[in-house]
DNA sequence: CTTGGAAAGTCAACAAGGCTGACATAAAAT
DNA sequence: ATTTTATGTCAGCCTTGTTGACTTTCCAAG
């Protein structure tokens, strides 16, 4: 059933797609992400966030003055799941949440200084890990882990990626 | 701090170590990881199993007749936690729990016909989107993805995934 | 201007799947 | 004989996800 099942008939070039190949990929995911969280999980823990409370920061400022629907799409939960993480971070005075200038329902999110400093403690722990990944890698290599991992995303969240692609100016 | 913050002093060949791009490798990993979940996610929905039986399942497939402690180190959680979804596991008759031959301390895990049976829907699921990825990306991109992802690992991770890597006979 | 719908927030209850700590048993190792 | 290892289990806790119901505020279309 499976093309690429065996040398069958497909030719060389196909022997990637080998169920074999196929099943180190996912275990090479399954592994490597545990590696990616790792980082700021040891930041995160004493503190009394976790790692909802990193990618609501991540994405608030990757995007600054997004709005809390924007927020729910990129991340993928329903409403009530964030607003338990984004309620504390505004308590904390993580996040500031500013009425809409143009549509006055809704709220525009951005991270205060305290936010950022917090921001920029977890990204810089795990972007440093991705960059000696990318190192060890090489460039190549690199532009090959992007067009994969691209290529694995359901169609809207390709679209969420690539819309925050050559990013925010 | 960080090298290759800029174009500052690296030469071209370090512009993919940029902040910029390795954000966007973070960005691609948890968009991609979500991807990567979604279709065995689907099938286990409504059984009464989830994504944490399907990783036990999975690595007891790939290591047939591994220990608990191993699969401990495998998965990387506590006893307690593996022993709730083994137990069910068992008790539905998926994964069948042997005394070991040479240590009669040990168990020894394997799949049952039936456990064999939800492995390959499973699987066949996630190994489509990965192989559609594959296919989409090419055998060139596919060394890099996993280059990457190998060198992402924690060293004792990286050690288990290679042991795994040209696998059980 | 009224009314329908969208954006946000909140309460309550529940489930999955992590965790710790404390114990118990059987078997191996010393 | 004693200690250590492998496994299993009870109890309780936390985070983060879910549904469902309901409210307030505000925009926009009729």
């Known amino acids: 059933m499976a093309e690429g099942s065996a040398g069958s008939g497909g030719g060389e070039t196909l022997l990637f797609l080998t169920d074999e190949q196929v099943r180190k990929g996912i275990e090479a995911m399954f592994f490597a992400y545990r590696g990616f969280t790792a980082d700021p999980d040891r930041i995160l823990e004493g503190m009394d966030y976790g790692r909802a409370h990193h990618r609501a920061i991540h994405f608030i400022h990757r995007s600054p003055g997004t709005t809390v629907t924007n927020l729910l799409a990129t991340l993928g939960v329903t409403k009530q799941s964030l607003n338990r993480v984004l309620r504390t971070l505004i308590d904390d005075g993580l996040v500031q ?65 690539q819309s925050l692609k050559e990013g925010s100016p």
């Open 97 to 161: 949440s500013r009425i809409g200038g143009s549509d006055k329902r809704e709220r525009n999110l951005h991270l205060t200084v305290k936010g950022a400093d917090l921001e920029r403690a977890l990204s810089e722990a795990q972007r440093a890990r991705m960059r000696a990944a990318y190192r060890a890698a090489g460039p190549q290599a690199v532009a090959g882990f992007r067009q994969v991992l691209e290529a694995m995303m359901d169609p809207e969240m390709r679209r969420q990626y």
